[in-house]
């Protein structure tokens, strides 16, 4: 048995890299994960009662689809369209009844989604064909008494290499810095991602370089979806690790 932050009693969580988790099973594992950081930012109060600020939108929808059509199109067939504009019709409140076990999305999003990937294929195709995708990363860090998980995109293990693949409103690299790294705080997932898995690989004495690069693959939301790559800099991701320091020792500390 491991104690939690709080010295709780909790189920060991089985540790490692795991190829074949999907992502359903990974987000319900207990572990602390880079997007959690924005709630414990706010405050340990809100971080420890996320589950009630959950919210589903059609923007997370349509971004699940297209990490989907990228990285998993063999899971396509999860998704069926609505035939109206508006999630509010009635016809799509039926459809989304009847189809408990479908992602109900847009009218025309599915063939969009694949189109985007395609040309995500034009410019980054060599990374994602060599690369193992939706990989899970999970491990007990003995420092902070709690366990740490992330789940990478676009992993290229025998270079040292992490991509994560991003829908974003920005449609080049310098405002993509500017704007969405600040707001969504990708230099703590930079770091978050880069130490949680190079923590895997050197506890299980893994047969792989650790990672020395984190980046980020970004599809604009607008036509004509020119895809753009952005890597993160050492000073970056020493940035996003002061920070998620910050911020664990800000739970530790209640």
């Not at 999630?87 to 009847?98: G, M, N, P, R």
């Not at 753009?228 to 530790?252: M, P, V």
Request: aromatic share 12%; with cysteine; net charge negative.
């Amino acid at each position: 048995e491991i104690p939690s932050i709080k010295k709780e009693v909790k189920p060991k969580i089985e540790e490692g890299i795991f190829f074949d988790m999907s992502n359903e099973e990974y987000h319900s594992l207990d572990g602390l994960s880079s997007t959690q950081f924005q709630d414990l930012d706010l405050s340990v109060a809100i971080y420890e009662n996320r589950h009630l600020f959950k919210y589903d939108c059609e923007a997370f929808r349509i971004g699940t689809l297209n990490h989907t059509a990228l990285l998993e199109p063999h899971l396509l067939d999860r998704y069926i369209e609505t035939t109206t504009k508006t999630f509010d019709s009635e016809v799509t409140k039926k459809l989304i009844a009847q189809n408990s076990d479908k992602e109900v999305v847009a009218l025309g999003s599915i063939e969009l989604a694949k189109e985007r990937a395609e040309k995500v294929k034009l410019v980054y195709g060599a990374y994602i064909e060599m690369s193992l995708k939706e990989v899970s990363f999970i491990v007990f860090d003995e420092a902070l008494g709690l366990y740490r998980k992330c789940r990478a995109d676009i992993w290229l293990p025998n270079h040292g290499i992490v991509f994560d693949y991003k829908t974003s409103k920005e449609h080049r690299p310098e405002t993509f810095r500017k704007n969405s790294i600040s707001q969504y705080n990708y230099d703590i997932q930079s770091a978050w991602y880069t130490d949680t898995i190079n923590m895997c690989i050197e506890k299980f004495n893994l047969p792989y370089p650790k990672v020395t690069q984190f980046g980020w693959i970004i599809s604009p939301n607008y036509e004509p979806y020119k895809p753009f790559g952005f890597i993160a800099s050492i000073e970056l991701i020493e940035k996003g690790r002061e920070d998620y320091q910050r911020l664990t020792n800000k739970l530790l500390e209640v």
